[in-house]
Nanobody, 133 residues
Framework: QVQLVESGGGLVQAGGSLRLSCAAS?????????????MGWFRQAPGKKREFVAS?????????YYAEAVKGRFTISRDNVKDTLYLQMNSLAPEDTAVYYC????????????????????WGQGTLVTVSS
């Protein structure tokens, strides 16, 4: 089982930037590691359902997907050497306030995560992002 730990959340003013990180550890087998997992970022605002933010294929190149609400402002990336997933968030707005979670799965594609993510194999504990107006 891969364990995921998010960091980088905090309080920021509208228009500001934050970079979230998601560090992975552990293996599901002798050969299965973070680098073989499609990964995604999701968020849950108070009183709302968890929603998709962005996802990236295990091989990363030209295989990223974004929610319309964050397209052009957020960038997902990964470093398979450091076993870390990132989310660069720019031009933050109060409506971006939420707990942000990273999640991954070896058997679900980054494309599929856009709409089907509740049963992903591994989830982090979440990191709170608060954007003040």
């Amino acid at each position: 089982q891969v364990q995921l730990v998010e960091s980088g959340g905090g309080l920021v003013q509208a228009g500001g930037s934050l970079r979230l990180s998601c560090a992975a550890s552990g293996r599901t087998s002798s050969t299965t590691t973070f680098s073989s997992y499609a990964m995604g970022w999701f968020r849950q605002a108070p009183g709302k359902k968890r929603e998709f933010v962005a996802s990236i294929a295990w091989y990363a190149i030209n295989s990223t997907y974004y929610a319309e609400a964050v397209k052009g402002r957020f960038t997902i990336s990964r470093d398979n050497v450091k076993d870390t997933l990132y989310l660069q968030m720019n031009s933050l707005a109060p409506e971006d306030t939420a707990v942000y979670y990273c999640a991954g799965d070896r058997h679900v594609t980054a494309r599929a995560m856009v709409t089907a993510f509740n049963a992903l194999d591994a989830w982090g504990q979440g990191t709170l992002v608060t954007v003040s107006s």
